[in-house]
């Protein structure tokens, strides 16, 4: 852990930051305090990478995985920004040295302190397969020596099953040593890959010396093929069991399962007085110096602005050392379980490793391919608005990104050409469980609106014909006003139900967290007198606006499912918009 830097910001979104945690060539992990005092670990892309693809991809797919494994083996993803530079992701800080730090300092551990860690790691290991995911990168410098346990970090190369990989310029995945001989000939790393680098981890920590020795890479792969594992000294059943799971066929290995029964535990790792122990290898946290002051929004505040006083927190860390880089390679954050799921440029938003990094924070091996499908909790609360005709629900009930200040009144100043897509939206409609309402496109999105809409009743709807949208809004009894209202613009935006890839628009097996393809912002009340609705067409109407970019609609038939409307009440600046109806249809 490093003291921060002059160059460094003061707060990545809105994350205060600490220290330094770690550095790679991809970019800079920090440690940071959440507003509400938590901790968290930010990883952030240097600048001269974010043009690259791949790399963003690869980031993509890497916040993907770690925002789908939930498990007490790994940290969760705190909040995450791909819509503007920087971009970054954070997880939970888990304090406590990695293992490769702790065999380091204090040598090879104690052969039933072995068993426990193994049986432990193990059980985490069956956890992550239990998602669809193979992490491809296990080794001591990603498993942290927590206080309730271990935690595997560093999720930048792990794939999901049956996901195809990213290239990789001829490289295998993961770390020289702990990488399964099967993957190493060209073959996929699956489960038993893993099973292969927890047996490497588990000689290492046993012994204190590298599992198949040190050179350069070559050397120490070919080894890792065609020598035996270094167990010199270690008691025989635990050698026995190391020597099982790195086995040169990987159907030979045992699975996490019957690892963790010839472990044979009966107590608690926590209690073991060695593990215990080695949680005095870490590092306090930093208390910041008073004077820097947040900017909202994920833009970095420099050093030299004043900044926010938090109380000291005792916690420990120690430095987590990166692993080798590997080869090739903001939502404006408010509230910590929000995550994009989108990537820059063309679809702008979607969505380290240093001291207790949470999963998937190394900044070495940006090879991530996701697990299929995306999260969908928080979905299907009956709320707002169905077809025309039908009102739309709860507003005020919360919303989307930060919500910004848009007061009810634009008189007098003419609206935004269009809205800005710099955050990500929550909303998500699906239609009735009813059949028959469901049969009339009738549905509800998830949440309800930042702001109240205006009139006594504000009605949208949609309607599907071939391969178009007829999008509806209107204020109901607006037209027995005795004089027109101020306007009052709204913009309507139209998400798909998956995330898009930027370059063919087709759809990742991923929810769509972006704003989506808007519509340029319009009064309202431009029918007042006549009490019509005003309609809009997708995809002729509309288009995305990231970054400066601007971006058409991609055609229904792209993305079959559940599409989500919301509409915004837009002021005077791209970027002031908060939500004031959701509602959705039906495609395929």
């Known amino acids: 852990m490093e003291a921060l ?160 990989a990213l290239t990789q310029d001829g490289h295998a995945p993961g770390t020289p040593g702990y990488t399964a001989p099967e993957v190493l000939r060209g073959a996929e790393a699956g489960a038993a890959a893993d099973v292969f680098a927890l047996g490497a981890t588990m000689a ?58 010839r472990c044979g535990v009966r107590d608690a790792l926590v209690d073991d007085p060695v593990y215990a122990g080695l949680g005095a290898l870490g590092e306090p946290v930093p208390v910041p110096a008073p004077a820097r002051v947040p900017v909202p929004g994920s833009a970095p505040v420099p050093r030299s602005a004043p900044a926010p006083i938090f109380g000291p927190v005792p916690v420990a860390g120690a430095v987590h050392a990166l692993p080798t880089e590997g080869p090739g390679y903001p939502y404006v954050a408010t509230r910590p379980e929000e995550f994009p799921a989108r990537p820059v440029g063309r679809r702008g938003l979607w969505a380290g490793a240093g001291v207790a990094v949470a999963a998937a924070l190394a900044l070495a091996a940006w090879k991530l391919v996701p697990p299929a499908g995306g999260e969908g909790s928080g979905r299907g609360a009956e709320a707002s608005a169905g077809p025309a005709g039908t009102p739309a629900g709860n507003p005020g009930a919360g919303g989307v990104g930060p919500a910004p200040a848009a007061s009810g009144g634009a008189a007098g100043k003419p609206p935004a050409e269009y809205i800005e897509g710099n955050r990500i939206s929550r909303y998500f409609w699906l239609p009735s469980t009813d059949p028959e309402r469901a049969a009339h496109g009738t549905g509800a999105c998830n949440l309800g609106a930042e702001q109240k809409p205006p009139g006594a009743d504000f009605q949208v709807g949609a309607e599907v014909s071939g391969k178009s949208v007829k999008i509806s809004m209107r204020v109901k009894y607006a037209e027995n006003s005795p004089a027109k209202p101020d306007p009052y613009y709204v913009s309507v935006a139209v ?53 400066g970019r601007t971006y058409p609609g991609v055609p229904l038939a792209n993305d079959p499912g559940d599409w989500t409307l919301v509409f915004y009440h837009v002021e005077d600046d791209p970027t002031k918009y908060a939500s004031i109806a959701c509602s959705g249809f039906q495609v395929g």
Not at 71 to 93: C, H, K, R
């Open 204 to 261: 290492y920590a046993a012994t204190g010396r590298p599992p198949y020795g040190t050179g350069d890479a070559a050397t120490v792969s070919y080894r890792a093929v065609h020598e035996p594992v270094d167990l010199a000294g270690v008691a025989p059943g635990l050698a026995a069991l190391i020597g099982a799971c790195v086995a040169k066929d990987p159907a030979e290995r045992p699975d996490p399962a019957e690892i963790v029964r």
């Open 495 to 547: 998400r798909a139900p998956h995330d898009l890839d930027p370059q063919t628009g087709q759809p990742f097996p991923m929810d769509n967290r972006s704003v989506g393809f808007t519509s340029k912002p319009v009064d309202i009340y431009s029918k007042w007198k006549t009490g019509e609705f005003l309609t809009l067409t997708y995809p002729d109407d509309f288009a995305e606006h990231v970054n």
């Open 5 to 164: 830097r002059d160059v460094d910001p003061a707060q990545i979104g809105a994350h205060a930051l600490l220290a330094r945690l770690g550095a790679g060539g991809m970019g800079q992990v920090y440690l940071g305090r959440s507003p509400g005092g938590r901790l968290v670990a930010v990883k952030v892309i240097r600048d001269e990478i974010t043009g690259h693809p791949e790399a963003l991809a690869r980031f993509r797919r890497e916040a993907e995985t770690v925002r789908a494994v939930r498990s007490a083996y790994t940290a969760n993803l705190i909040d995450a920004s791909l819509a503007a530079a920087p971009y970054w992701l954070a997880t939970e800080y888990v304090a406590g040295p990695t293992l490769g730090h702790a065999v380091a300092e204090r040598g090879g551990l104690p052969a039933d302190t072995c068993l426990r860690l193994f049986a432990a790691l193990a059980e985490g290991l069956a956890s992550v397969h239990g998602y669809g995911v193979t992490h491809r990168d296990l080794k001591p410098q990603n498993v942290i020596l927590g206080a309730q346990g271990p935690q595997l970090i560093d999720f930048g190369i792990a794939r999901g099953v049956g996901e195809t």
